[in-house]
C-alpha cells in the first residue's frame, strides 16, 4: 500500500512537470504541503521526492529544498501522444508493430510470429560462432565488405541462380533498410524523382521521404507493375530510380512474369533508369519467378536483402550485390555513415545457419505452414465478406478488398482499441489510393481476439457478418 501511495506522488510531480505547470528549476511544493493536498504523509513525499532525483527528473539542493530538474525529462507514458491522435501513415504501423507487447495481436506486421522462427538453429549458431570467433571477431569493427565467409556463400548461392558475381561484388550491411539507404545516398539528391509500386512496401516511402525526392508510384498488376505505365512515366519524368519488391510483392502477393520483366528493363534502359530489387521474400516462393537482377546481370539493378523474415529480426544483417564499382563507393558511404559493415559477429551467426543443411529444411516447412496458413485465413476472410486482390504464390501477405465499402482506416483504428494492429491500404499507397484495401498476415491471425475484433467491427457498421469457420487446430 505505502508503495503505491509513492508511486502515486511521483506520478502526480511527473504529470505537472510534463504539463509545464512546474517548469525546469523551479522549486517544487513543500513536503508538508504536497503530502496535506495528496492526503498522504510527509514521508511517503519524501521517498517519491528521493526517488524522483534518482531517476534526474528533480534535484535537491542542501537547504533549500527540492527542483525540476534543468534537463527535460522524458514525456511519462500517461501523457505521450496516443494512438488515435497518431495520423495512420507507415510510421503508425511500424511503431504499433514494434512497440506492442508480445501477446498483442499483430496480424498487420510484416513478420513471422516467434515460434516460427529456428531459435534452435540460431542458439546453435550463436554458440558456434563465440566458440570459434578469434579476439578480433569478438572485440573489432570487421572487414569494409562485411565478413568475408558470408559474402562467399551468398555469391554461391547466387551463381546457382544464374547471377554469375563475386564476393567483392557483394556488401554486407546492417539491414535491408540499410542498405536501401546507402544506395540512395549513392545516387539520389534532394528533388530526384523516385519509381515505386502502388501499392509498395510502406518503409520504402518513408525512407525515401527522408531524402527529401519526388515518389512517384506505378499500378501494381498481379503479373507485376504496369509497364505501360512505367514507361511513359519514365520517359515524362525522368526518374534516376525505381524502388520493387522480387518474388513475393509487398504487400499484393503478386509475382512478376517473363513479359512483364523485360518490358520494365528495356524502358529501364532506354531512360537511363537503376533498379533496386528487394529481395528479402524470396525464399519464401515454391519456385523462382524471373529476376530482374538475374536478366539484367546487375549493370542497373542492385540487389538487396536481409535475412529479418526467414530467420531473425534481431540478427541484423543486410546485403548489396551491385557493379563493383558502386560497391566500393557503397562501402566507403557504410564507413561515413556507419563505420563499418553488420556486425561480424551477426554476419558469423547468420553464416552458420546458412551453412547448416537444416535451413532448407526449415524454410520448407515454413513454406508448408505458410499454405495451409493463407488457405484458412482466405477461407475465414471470405465468410467476412473480405476479397484477395489475387491469390499469391507464397509468402504471408494477403491483399483483400473492404467488405461493403467500409474504409480500412477505420477499421484499423476501432481495432487498435482492443489491441490489435492491422495495416490498412493507404499506408502502403503513394497516391493515397487504396482506402478500400487491407493487408492481413495469415501466420499472425490464429488468434481468437483478432476475428473477434474484426466481426464485431465491422457489424457496427451495419453489415451482415457471418462468424467466420473455425482456425485449424495445425496452425495455432
Not at 317 to 343: H, K, M, N, V
Not at 410 to 423: H, M, S, T, Y
Request: glycine letters at 8%.
Amino acid at each position: 500500500m505505502a508503495g503505491r501511495r509513492t508511486e502515486s506522488v511521483m506520478e502526480a510531480v511527473r504529470e505537472r512537470i510534463a504539463a509545464r505547470k512546474l517548469s525546469a528549476g523551479e522549486r517544487l511544493p513543500s513536503i508538508r504541503t504536497l503530502a496535506t493536498s495528496l492526503c498522504v504523509s510527509p514521508s511517503t513525499v519524501v521517498e517519491a521526492y528521493e526517488r524522483l532525483v534518482a531517476e534526474g527528473i528533480v534535484r535537491a539542493r542542501a537547504g533549500s529544498g527540492f527542483f525540476v530538474a534543468r534537463s527535460s525529462a522524458p514525456r511519462p507514458l500517461s501523457v505521450a501522444r496516443s494512438d488515435a491522435e497518431r495520423a495512420i501513415d507507415p510510421f503508425w504501423v511500424s511503431r504499433q508493430s514494434l512497440d506492442a507487447d508480445a501477446q498483442v495481436a499483430k496480424p498487420g506486421c510484416g513478420w513471422l510470429p516467434a515460434d516460427w522462427m529456428p531459435t534452435d538453429a540460431l542458439r546453435r549458431a550463436m554458440r558456434r560462432t563465440a566458440r570459434t570467433a578469434d579476439d578480433a571477431m569478438l572485440t573489432d569493427y570487421g572487414p569494409s565488405r562485411g565478413h568475408a565467409p558470408l559474402r562467399h556463400l551468398l555469391a554461391r548461392q547466387f551463381a546457382a541462380e544464374g547471377l554469375d558475381v563475386g564476393p567483392d561484388a557483394i556488401l554486407l550491411t546492417g539491414s535491408g533498410t540499410q542498405a536501401l539507404d546507402l544506395i540512395c545516398r549513392l545516387l539520389l539528391k534532394p528533388g530526384d524523382t523516385v519509381l515505386v509500386d502502388d501499392p509498395c512496401y510502406f518503409n520504402f516511402c518513408a525512407l525515401l521521404s527522408v531524402h527529401r525526392v519526388e515518389v512517384v508510384g506505378i499500378p501494381m498488376t498481379p503479373a507485376g507493375p504496369d509497364a505501360a505505365v512505367f514507361a511513359e512515366r519514365a520517359a515524362r519524368l525522368r526518374p534516376r530510380l525505381y524502388v520493387t519488391n522480387a518474388a513475393i510483392h509487398n504487400p499484393t502477393g503478386a509475382s512478376l512474369s517473363p513479359a512483364m520483366a523485360h518490358r520494365v528493363l528495356a524502358a529501364a534502359a532506354a531512360h537511363d533508369v537503376a533498379i533496386i530489387e528487394d529481395e528479402i521474400f524470396a525464399d519464401f516462393e515454391p519456385e523462382p519467378s524471373p529476376r530482374l537482377a538475374l536478366l539484367d546481370g546487375l549493370e542497373r539493378v542492385l540487389r538487396i536483402g536481409s535475412f529479418s523474415k526467414t530467420l531473425s529480426a534481431s540478427v541484423r544483417c543486410g546485403y548489396i550485390a551491385a557493379r563493383p564499382e558502386w560497391i566500393e563507393t557503397l562501402a566507403d558511404l557504410q564507413i561515413a555513415t556507419q563505420f563499418g559493415a553488420a556486425s561480424p559477429l551477426s554476419a558469423g551467426m547468420i553464416h552458420e545457419v546458412l551453412a547448416d543443411g537444416g535451413y532448407h529444411r526449415h524454410m520448407e516447412g515454413v513454406r508448408s505452414r505458410l499454405a495451409k496458413a493463407r488457405r484458412d485465413t482466405a477461407r475465414r476472410l471470405d465468410g467476412l465478406g473480405f476479397r484477395p486482390w489475387t491469390v499469391p504464390r507464397g509468402g504471408f501477405g494477403l491483399w483483400c478488398e473492404m467488405p461493403g465499402g467500409v474504409d480500412a482506416t477505420d477499421l484499423a483504428r476501432r481495432v487498435a482499441g482492443q489491441g490489435i494492429v492491422l495495416a490498412p491500404g493507404d499506408v502502403f499507397s503513394p497516391s493515397g489510393t487504396a482506402r478500400s484495401m487491407m493487408r492481413f498476415n495469415a501466420a499472425q491471425m490464429t488468434s481468437p481476439s483478432v476475428w473477434e475484433a474484426i466481426e464485431q467491427s465491422l457489424m457496427r457498421t451495419g453489415l451482415p457478418v457471418s462468424p467466420p469457420p473455425e482456425v485449424s487446430a495445425s496452425l495455432r
